[in-house]
Structures are given as structure tokens and as C-alpha cells.
């Protein structure tokens, strides 16, 4: 089956099969760069002082352990469709860990202080959908955080990053992974998702007020916060 958002037993499939070697990749081929915009999404939360978190599509867990970790006594719920990479999220101790789908959460209206998503708003079949889901499910006043890859602006960063996206990053990771279509279907996905003031303008679309952008890394990387409106 073709790997596309549209599909989300493909994207499941995806996740699956690369769920074991998912976190070792990550860090080689960001460089270690993915620990650095973790923090700095940590950082952007401190003002907030959350004591109920959901962090979705949290995959291995890595956003919500290092939330856990930097918040003392704040609960972090993990949600996530794909259960290999829950149980990767299980194996490093993460405690709250739910299986289910970010376009329709389990969860009552109004029920989390923070929902925070890394790398997977752009993986869902509808980023409204997945926008507005976070919506409903945190407190009026509560807030958002967004981390997931961006184009560059500049053009000569933008040239240089796609050659690197849609030419090497497929041959290297898809020697470590056995799934190239992987690597390729992330870059295709990439391009397509918006950023910057278009993301922001979808996030206050989506019930939200006070949305910034936060380029990261030459703006391959950018995090977006929100307040619910
Ligand atoms: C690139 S990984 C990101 C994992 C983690 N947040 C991180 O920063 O490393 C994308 C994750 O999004 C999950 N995902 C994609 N679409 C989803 C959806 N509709 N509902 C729940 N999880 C989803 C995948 O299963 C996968 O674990």
C-alpha cells in the first residue's frame, strides 16, 4: 500500500515496522539535533506550569518524557494509534500510555491543562480535524504546542535541505530501516505541510487565539504555541 496521510493504515503500517530503530534514526540522522528542539519546546511550556498533559502521537514517548521529567508532578498522558510504538513508549517507563486515534480522542471535553504533538499533526489524515480535536479536549485557556518540520525561507538553506530531504535522507535511512518509501513519503509530506504564519492561521482556525511561530535549526524545524480559546 502506498504510504499517505489520506491512509492512516498506511502511516500505522509505517510506524510499525520501523517502531524499534524509530528513535536511533532519529538521532543520527537530525544530527542529535531532535534532543535540542525537545528542550526548547520544554522551555516554551515552563511558563505554563501544566499539571495535566496530553501529548499526542507521542510515539516512543520522547516529547512526553522529557515534559515528565522537566515538570515535577505534572501527569503526561501519552496517546498514540500505533501500539509497536507505544510499546517502545512502555519499555522506557512511560506511565499513562492510551491507544487511540488523534482525530477522535477518548477524552471528555476540557480535560487537559497542555496537548502537545512532535512530528505527528502532519502525519494525520486532516490537520483540521487533529487541530480542532486538541481543541476540545483542553481546558478554555489551556495551551498548544506544536513541533514538526519546516521549508526553510531562505533559498539557498531551502535548495540545500530538499536536496538533502528528497536525495540523501531516503538512501541512508533506508539502509537503517529496510523502508526507503519511509524516507520518501516523509519528504513528500514535507513540502505539503503548511508553516509559519499559514500553520499559525490554521491553528487560530481551529479554536485557538495567540498563535506564534518559532523557526528552529534554519526553519527546518518550527514550533508552533497556542492558546485555546
Ligand atoms: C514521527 S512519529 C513522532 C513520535 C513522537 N511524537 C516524536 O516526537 O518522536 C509520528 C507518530 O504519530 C503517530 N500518528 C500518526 N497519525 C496519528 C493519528 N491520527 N493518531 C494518533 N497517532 C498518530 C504515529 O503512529 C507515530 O507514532
Known amino acids: 500500500m ?16 520501523i517502531a524499534g530503530r524509530y528513535q536511533t534514526v532519529n538521532h543520527v540522522l537530525s544530527g542529535g539535533l531532535d534532543w535540542y528542539w525537545r528542550a526548547v519546546a520544554v522551555r516554551l511550556m515552563r511558563p505554563w506550569n501544566p499539571g495535566l498533559v496530553l501529548d499526542v502521537a507521542t510515539g516512543s514517548g520522547d516529547l512526553a518524557s522529557a515534559i515528565g521529567k522537566h515538570f515535577q508532578g505534572c501527569r503526561v498522558v501519552g496517546a498514540d494509534f500505533c501500539r509497536p510504538m507505544l ?12 491507544e487511540a486515534d488523534g482525530l477522535k480522542l477518548p477524552f471528555p471535553d ?8 512532535a512530528f505527528g499533526l502532519r502525519n494525520m489524515a486532516s490537520w483540521e480535524g487533529g487541530l480542532k480535536e486538541m481543541a476540545r479536549v483542553l ?24 536536496f538533502y530531504l528528497h536525495r540523501i535522507l531516503p538512501i541512508v535511512a533506508g539502509i537503517a530501516t529496510g523502508r526507503m518509501d ?18 499559525s492561521s490554521l491553528i487560530r482556525n481551529c479554536g485557538f487565539t ?11 524545524v518550527s514550533i508552533y504555541t497556542a492558546t485555546r480559546a
Not at 481546558?139 to 530538499?162: A, C, E, N
Open 210 to 220: 495567540e498563535a506564534t511561530a518559532k523557526p528552529l535549526s534554519l526553519g527546518t
Open 2 to 17: 502506498e504510504i499517505s496521510k489520506e491512509h492512516p493504515d498506511s502511516v500505522r503500517g509505517l510506524f510499525a515496522s
Open 110 to 117: 476540557g480535560t487537559f491543562h497542555a496537548v502537545t504533538v
Open 139 to 162: 481546558k478554555p485557556g489551556g495551551h498548544l504546542l506544536v513541533l514538526d518540520f519546516s521549508l526553510p525561507t531562505l533559498p539557498v538553506i531551502r535548495s540545500l535541505y530538499r
Open 87 to 98: 510499546e517502545v513508549a512502555r519499555r522506557r517507563g512511560l506511565p499513562e500510555l492510551v
Open 182 to 199: 519511509a524516507y520518501e513519503y516523509l519528504g513528500g509530506s514535507i513540502e505539503k505541510f503548511p508553516s509559519g504564519e499559514t500553520m
